[in-house]
C-alpha cells in the first residue's frame, strides 16, 4: 500500500492492541510487513514514553548498531516530521549515516530472493538451510555463524527490559555488574551466553 490513510493504520492498532499477529493484520489492512511493522513499533514506543529522535545524527546511529540493534529499529526510533502516522527514518537513511560514520558498508543479515532475514517471526529460521545467490552471500563458516548469532541477538534486543531480566532470573544470571544494573545489551550477551551453555551441557 503505497499511502496508508489514518483508519487504515488505527484499524491497525486496534488488531494489535487485541493481540492479532502481524500477518492477519497485514492480510485484513493490505498493509505491508514493512509499514505494519514499523507503524506499529512506532507506536509501542510512544505507548512507553520513549523520546523519538528527531535528527539523524551519525554517531547515535552507530551507538545504536553497536549495541546490537536491527536497521528497522534504529529507523522508528526517528520521528522525523513529528506526524503520528511516520514509519521512522528509511533504512537507506540510518545505513548512511552509519557508513559516513564508519567507513564501513552497512551490510545486513539478509540472504534469499527478496532479502529475507535469517530469523522471521517466533525466531522461525528462513534460508538459514539453504543460502541463495540472488542474497547477500554469506558463506557456511564462521561468518555464517556470527550473523545467525547476531540476528538472535537482534531478536532479544527487542524484548523489552523486564522480559530480560525475568528470562536472565530465570538462567542464574546477576542482574547487575558491580553497583550497576546491567544494561540491555549485556543482559543480551549473557543470556545467549548461558543459554549456549545450557545446550551444550544438555547435549553432553
Not at 493481540?19 to 511493522?37: D, F, H, M, R, V
Not at 503520528?84 to 539478509?110: D, I, N, W, Y
Amino acid at each position: 500500500m503505497k499511502n496508508p490513510t489514518k483508519k487504515t493504520l488505527d484499524k491497525a492498532l486496534a488488531m494489535h492492541a487485541e493481540g492479532a499477529p502481524i500477518k492477519a493484520i497485514i492480510k485484513e489492512t493490505g498493509l505491508n510487513y514493512s509499514q505494519a511493522w514499523r507503524y506499529l513499533r512506532s507506536r509501542d514506543l510512544e505507548a512507553q514514553g520513549f523520546e523519538f529522535l528527531t535528527t539523524v545524527d551519525q554517531a547515535g546511529v552507530k551507538a545504536m548498531r553497536d549495541e546490537g540493534l536491527s536497521w528497522g529499529e534504529i529507523g522508528v526510533r526517528h520521528r522525523l516530521t513529528g506526524d503520528h502516522t511516520t514509519f521512522g527514518c528509511p533504512e537507506g537513511q540510518v545505513r548512511k549515516a552509519f557508513t559516513e560514520a564508519t567507513g564501513l558498508k552497512s551490510q545486513g543479515q539478509r540472504v534469499g530472493k527478496g532479502g529475507r532475514f535469517y530469523y522471521g517471526e517466533m525466531g522461525v529460521p528462513l534460508y538459514a538451510g539453504e543460502l541463495r545467490p540472488t542474497g547477500t552471500d554469506v558463506p557456511k563458516d564462521a561468518k555464517y555463524e556470527g550473523a545467525v548469532q547476531a540476528a538472535e541477538n537482534q531478536r532479544l534486543i527487542h524484548l523489552d527490559l523486564d522480559t530480560l531480566k525475568e528470562r536472565a532470573t530465570a538462567l542464574g544470571i546477576n542482574l547487575k555488574s558491580g553497583n550497576k544494573n546491567k544494561t540491555k545489551a549485556k543482559l543480551v550477551t549473557d543470556i545467549r551466553k548461558a543459554e549456549a551453555e545450557k545446550l551444550v551441557s544438555q547435549e553432553g
